[in-house]
């Protein structure tokens, strides 16, 4: 505990010096073991490959680790215990010694060994040598949107990923030809430039007279550093309607007159991709069928109950609740929206 003047006022900086007197005893035995010197060698990596350089830097310690300034040794074997090199009484001013192997492209895979000797002293290092394999990447090709007749153009997007993320650099080869193997056209090529993704606009008007087929869509990307390529491909043909309807499953097939009666449909892209929030009204027109008795024949007419326009929702659907009439014996409902009908 340290006791502070009473006449030191608050706020000063004080500095305080602490000693420490302890008692030895009598005697004190210091026992170190260690060898006479170590030897280190340090490799490149662990592992190498087929035709790749290895390099490495050897040295030996003493106890002080100071650097020994003796001759080294060095003999390399490949995986069956073959002397592939050696260095042999080697040094420089500093005692460390840097070495170069050239692998070639038969080199023998497997573990290989480093051996240094040096003043009686031995260490061995191992590093396996490995098939070389180049870069793994993936190419993807897909449509923006969907192709529509009417439109002037649409957009093809290719990238091109290596595995471990990165975008590829190389050329983009796009090829459109007729997704029937029958027929062996291309109906069109480009050649682009891609850092891992790029998109090509094609004008419509390209393909014309083919609009009635379906296409393939082929694309291939040559990588700049070592000539591998990928490929992928797409289908398509084009649309009439940017649009496309279909009732929820879950709609029931029947109906209790005068019990409420929950309509739901979804309206999605061409492609069917979900469509971004539209402002746009859908048209829903709901009618019956009913039976009248007239001199003792029936006969059957129908009449519309429910006419409206109505809004798609955030999720690309149309959620409308109805009743319909306890006379009614069957119901047909219609949804549009543009050119767009479903019955």
């Known amino acids: 505990m340290v006791t502070v003047p009473k006449t030191i006022r608050i706020g000063i900086d004080i500095d305080v010096a602490i000693t420490v007197f ?7 035995n210091i026992v170190t073991l260690f060898k006479t010197s170590s030897l ?32 080294l040794d060095v003999v390399i074997f490949d ?28 080199t023998k895979l497997g ?22 394999e180049l870069p793994k990447f993936e190419v ?3 449509l923006l949107n969907p192709p529509l007749k009417e439109d002037n153009n649409f957009v093809i997007r290719v ?4 595995t471990f993320g990165k975008p590829v650099e190389g050329i983009a080869v796009i090829q459109i030809k007729s997704s029937s193997s029958w027929v062996k056209d291309i109906y069109l090529e480009k050649n682009i430039k891609i850092h891992g993704k790029v998109d090509v606009r094609i004008s419509t008007w390209d393909l014309y007279p083919q609009f009635g087929e379906y296409y ?20 398509f043909h084009f649309e009439s309607d940017p649009w496309q309807a279909r009732f929820s499953p879950g709609i029931p097939s029947t109906f209790k007159p005068g019990l409420t009666y929950t309509i739901i449909v979804k309206i999605e892209k061409s492609d069917g991709s979900r469509i971004k929030h539209t402002k746009e009204k859908a048209k829903l027109i709901l009618s019956y069928d009913y039976s009248i008795i007239e001199n003792k024949r029936t006969r059957t007419e129908k009449k519309v109950f429910f006419n409206k326009d109505v809004s798609i929702n955030k999720n690309g659907a149309i959620i409308q609740q109805v009743s319909f009439p306890a006379i009614a014996n069957s119901g047909r409902i219609y949804a549009s929206i543009s050119t767009l009908a479903l019955y």
């Open 40 to 71: 280190k060698t340090i490799a490149g990596a662990s592992r190498s490959f087929r035709g790749k350089p290895v390099q490495f830097r050897v040295f030996g310690l003493k106890p002080s680790l100071k650097v020994i300034q003796h001759p």
């Open 140 to 142: 993807k090709v897909s």
């Open 22 to 28: 302890m008692r030895l005893p009598e005697k004190l």
């Open 159 to 162: 990238t091109a990923i290596y």
């Open 79 to 106: 995986t069956l215990g073959n002397r592939v090199k050696q260095y042999l009484k080697v040094t420089d001013d500093y005692g460390v010694f840097g070495g170069f192997l050239q692998l070639s492209s038969v």
């Open 111 to 132: 573990d290989w060994r480093i051996q240094v000797s040096q003043s009686g002293s031995k260490e061995t290092k191992t590093f396996a040598v490995e098939e070389y």
């Open 216 to 235: 393939r869509i082929f694309a291939k990307v040559n990588e700049t550093v070592t000539g591998k390529d990928a490929n992928d491909t797409e289908d």
